[in-house]
C-alpha cells in the first residue's frame, strides 16, 4: 500500500455531499473521418489499450485500521470499464448551452470511493456534429500538473494514434493479509510517519521563520540591490465580501469560453506583463462588469487564491505538489490598463513571497485521527453557516495551466477544445481555471448553482474584458486595429466566443489597400476621349497612354516631380493646381502654358499638371518618351536647359493656375494662339 501525503489526503477530507473534491476536463473532438458508429464505442476500445499507462486508474483508497492515519492506494481487483465510462446524448437541439448544464449536473455527483477515483462520460448528440469527453478524477489523486500527465497518456500528436508497450502480464496475487497483521502494518507506518513528520514540521518551521524575517528585514546584501526598498509592502489578505462568499449546495453551475491567447501575448508584450497578469486581468474585468451589473461591486479590491505547483522540472509523479498565493484583482480600479498594472504589481510581490516560503511549506503531514476527524469537521463547518459571516481568505479562485500548443488527437479525433472543470467551497463559491491549448486560453467557470445562477452572463464578460483591454492597448501603444478586431469578436456566437488574431485584421486592410489602384484607374481609361482635342496641336504627342497617366502623375507624381525640377513656387502651385482642377480641364491647359514659353523647360512645370504637354514641345527628343519612359526622360530634359529657362517655368506654371482659376472655358481659346 502506498500512503496518501497529507495534501492528497486532505482533499479527501474536505469533501462532503456539498463540496465533492474531484475536477474535471471537458474536451471536445471532431469526429474521426470515416467513423460511422458509435463514437462511444469506438473510444472505449481504444482506452482500453491505454488504461495501463496511467496506474492510478487501476487503484484504489485502502483505509488504515481504525482510520488512525492517512488511508493509502492499493490495487483494484476489478477495473468495471461500464461503471468508469460511461455514455450519454445532449437532448435536441444539441447546443453549447445544453452542453454547459448537463456538465454542471455531472459535477455535482460524488465519486464511488469504494472503485478507483475516476469516471469518463461520452457525450454526443451536437447538432454540429461534434463530440464531447467529461473527464473526472478525484483531487485526491491528482493536481494540474498531474492532469497533464494523464493527457499525454491519453492523446496523440497525430491522427494515427501510436503504437504503446501492452500491458505486462500479471504477477502472482499476494496474498491478503488479516486484520491483525493490517494493524501491526498501520501502526507501524503510524509511527514512522510521526517521528518524520515531527522532525519535518521543525525544520520547517524554523525555515518559516527564517524567511518571514528575512521579508520584514533586509539583510544588508539584499539593500545593496537596485530594485531593494526595504520590507516588502505585503499583500491585503482580508477580502470584501461579495455574492461568491457564501455557504454552498450540492449543485453546480457551469460555463466555458475561448478566447485568443495570441492577442493576450500581443497585451503582455505591449504592456511588458506576463501571461497570467493579462489572464489575471481579464477575469478582474468580468467580475467587475458582473458585480456592477448586480450592483454588488464592492469599494475594495476583489482578492484571488492563485494556486502554485511546487512540482520540479521532469516530476511526473501522480499527486498533489500545490500552494497557494492570494493577489488582488484590483477591481476598484475602472481603467483596464491601470488594473492590469496594478495585478502585475501585486503578484509580483506575492509571487517572491511564496517563491521564498515554497521550500518551508509543508508538503506532508500527519495527524492522528485525521481521516475521522477533519471530516466531521468539514461537515460541521458546512452546517453551521459560518462561511456566510468569516472570511475565507479570497474571494475567487484563478488558476492558469499551460497546455500543448500543437494539436492533439484522441482515438483519431482531433481535439477541438480542452476546458477545465474545477472546485468551489463553502466560503469560495466561484472557481475560474484557464488552459492554453494551440492559439486560445480554454476558460473553465465552476460555480455553486445557488450562489452564481447566471454563470454564462459571467462567462460572456470575459470576451468584453478582453476586448476592453485590446482597445486600450490600440490606443496607449497601437499594438491592435483594435475596431476591426473588436468587431470580429463580437459576431462570433456566444458559446465560442473567441477574439480573432491581429493577422486577420491586416489581411483585410491590406485587401482594401489593393483595391485602391484599381478604383483610380476608371477615371484614366475615360481620359483618351477628352484628349482627342489637343491632338492637332500636338500631333507627335501619343496621347492615349500620356493621359492616361495624367490622374496618376497628377496626384501621386507631382510632388516629387516639382521637387526635383522647379523652385519653391512652383512645388507648392503644381500640386495644389493638379489636385483642384478637372483631368479635363488640366489637359488642356496644360498645352497653352507649356507651348507659349520657354518649350525646353515645359516639363518642370508642366510635368506636375500633365507629362504630355512636355511631350509635345520636342518632338526629336519626345518621340520615343511618348510611351512609359516619359519620367526618365524629362529629368534628362530639365538639365540639359539653362536657368533663365527654369525661371521662366514657375511663372508659367502661376499663368496656368490663375487661367484655370478664372477662365476653365477660355482656356481652349487660348490655346491655339500659342
Not at 98 to 121: C, I, K, N, Y
Request: charged content about 20%; some cysteine.
Amino acid at each position: 500500500m502506498k500512503q496518501l501525503s497529507g495534501i492528497d489526503a486532505t482533499f479527501l477530507y474536505m469533501e462532503t455531499p456539498e463540496t465533492p473534491m474531484h475536477v474535471a476536463g471537458l474536451t471536445l473532438y471532431e469526429k474521426p473521418p470515416g467513423l460511422t458508429g458509435s463514437f462511444y464505442d469506438h473510444f472505449r476500445t481504444f482506452f482500453a489499450t491505454r488504461l495501463h499507462l496511467i496506474p492510478i486508474f487501476s487503484k484504489k483508497l485502502a483505509r488504515t485500521v481504525f482510520d488512525l492515519d492517512h488511508p493509502g492506494w492499493v490495487d483494484a481487483s476489478n477495473v468495471d470499464l461500464d461503471y468508469h465510462i460511461k455514455h450519454t446524448n445532449l437532448p435536441k437541439p444539441g447546443s453549447f448551452a445544453q452542453l454547459e448544464a448537463m456538465v454542471g449536473d455531472l459535477h455535482s455527483v460524488t465519486l464511488d470511493r469504494s472503485r478507483p477515483l475516476w469516471q469518463f462520460t461520452v457525450i454526443e448528440g451536437f447538432e454540429d456534429g461534434r463530440v464531447a469527453l467529461y473527464s473526472k478524477v478525484h483531487h485526491a489523486a491528482v493536481d494540474g500538473g498531474a492532469g497533464m500527465v494523464i493527457t499525454k497518456a491519453l492523446y496523440d500528436v497525430s491522427a494515427t494514434p501510436r503504437e504503446v508497450e501492452p500491458p505486462p502480464e500479471p504477477g502472482p496475487k499476494k496474498p491478503k493479509p488479516d486484520t491483525a497483521e493490517r494493524a501491526l502494518a498501520n501502526l507501524g507506518a503510524l509511527m514512522t510517519n510521526a517521528v518524520r513528520q515531527h522532525f519535518t514540521v521543525l525544520a520547517a518551521g524554523a525555515q518559516m521563520m527564517t524567511t518571514v524575517a528575512g521579508l520584514l528585514v533586509p539583510t544588508a546584501a539584499d539593500k545593496e540591490k537596485p530594485e531593494a526598498g526595504g520590507a516588502p509592502v505585503l499583500p491585503n489578505l482580508l477580502p470584501p465580501k461579495t455574492p461568491f462568499n457564501v455557504t454552498i449546495s450540492g449543485q453546480r453551475s457551469y460555463a466555458a469560453r475561448s478566447l485568443s491567447l495570441t492577442d493576450a501575448k500581443l497585451i503582455g508584450k505591449a504592456t511588458g506583463t506576463k501571461i497570467n497578469d493579462v489572464v489575471m486581468a481579464i477575469c478582474a474585468g468580468a467580475l467587475r462588469q458582473y458585480l456592477i451589473d448586480k450592483k454588488a461591486l464592492p469599494a475594495t479590491p476583489l482578492l484571488a487564491f492563485v494556486p502554485i505547483s511546487l512540482r520540479e522540472a521532469g516530476n511526473t509523479d501522480i499527486n498533489n505538489q500545490v500552494s497557494g498565493m492570494s493577489c488582488s484583482l484590483a477591481t476598484d480600479i475602472a481603467d483596464p490598463l491601470e488594473r492590469l498594472m496594478s495585478i502585475q504589481k501585486t503578484a509580483t510581490t506575492s509571487k517572491s513571497i511564496a517563491g521564498v516560503t515554497k521550500d518551508a511549506t509543508p508538503k506532508d503531514f500527519t495527524m492522528l485521527g485525521a481521516p475521522f476527524l477533519l471530516p466531521g469537521m468539514m461537515q460541521l463547518f458546512g452546517k453551521s453557516g459560518l462561511a456566510d459571516i468569516i472570511p475565507m481568505g479570497a474571494n475567487v479562485v484563478i488558476s492558469n495551466t499551460p497546455g500543448p500548443p500543437f494539436p492533439l488527437y484522441c482515438a483519431g479525433a482531433k481535439v477541438l477544445a480542452l476546458y477545465p472543470v474545477s472546485i468551489p467551497t463553502h466560503g469560495i463559491a466561484l472557481n475560474l481555471t484557464v488552459q492554453s491549448y494551440l492559439d486560445k486560453l480554454d476558460f473553465g467557470l465552476t460555480a455553486d448553482r445557488r450562489a452564481v445562477p447566471d454563470i454564462v452572463r459571467l462567462a460572456e464578460h470575459l470576451g468584453d474584458a478582453l476586448d476592453e483591454l485590446k482597445a486600450a492597448v490600440a490606443k496607449r501603444f497601437g499594438v491592435f486595429a483594435a475596431p476591426a478586431a473588436s468587431a470580429e469578436v463580437a459576431t462570433e456566437p456566444k458559446e465560442m466566443a473567441m477574439a480573432k488574431t491581429t493577422a486577420k485584421t491586416k489581411k483585410a486592410g491590406n485587401a482594401k489597400d489593393a483595391a485602391k489602384p484599381k478604383a483610380a484607374a476608371k477615371p484614366a481609361a475615360a481620359k483618351p476621349a477628352a484628349a482627342m482635342k489637343s491632338k492637332a496641336a500636338a500631333p507627335a504627342k501619343a496621347p492615349a497612354p500620356a493621359k492616361a497617366k495624367a490622374p496618376a502623375a497628377a496626384k501621386a507624381k507631382a510632388p516629387a516631380a516639382a521637387k526635383a525640377k522647379a523652385p519653391a513656387a512652383a512645388k507648392a502651385k503644381a500640386p495644389a493646381a493638379a489636385k483642384s482642377k478637372a483631368p479635363a480641364a488640366a489637359k488642356a491647359k496644360a498645352p497653352a502654358a507649356a507651348k507659349s514659353k520657354a518649350p525646353a523647360k515645359a516639363p518642370a512645370a508642366a510635368k506636375a499638371k500633365a507629362p504630355a504637354a512636355a511631350k509635345s514641345k520636342a518632338p526629336a527628343a519626345k518621340a520615343p518618351a511618348a510611351k512609359a519612359p516619359a519620367k526618365a526622360k524629362a529629368p534628362a530634359a530639365a538639365k540639359s536647359k539653362a536657368p533663365a529657362a527654369k525661371a521662366k517655368a514657375p511663372a508659367k506654371a502661376k499663368a496656368a493656375v490663375a487661367m484655370k482659376a478664372a477662365a476653365p472655358a477660355k482656356a481652349k481659346a487660348a490655346a491655339p494662339p500659342k
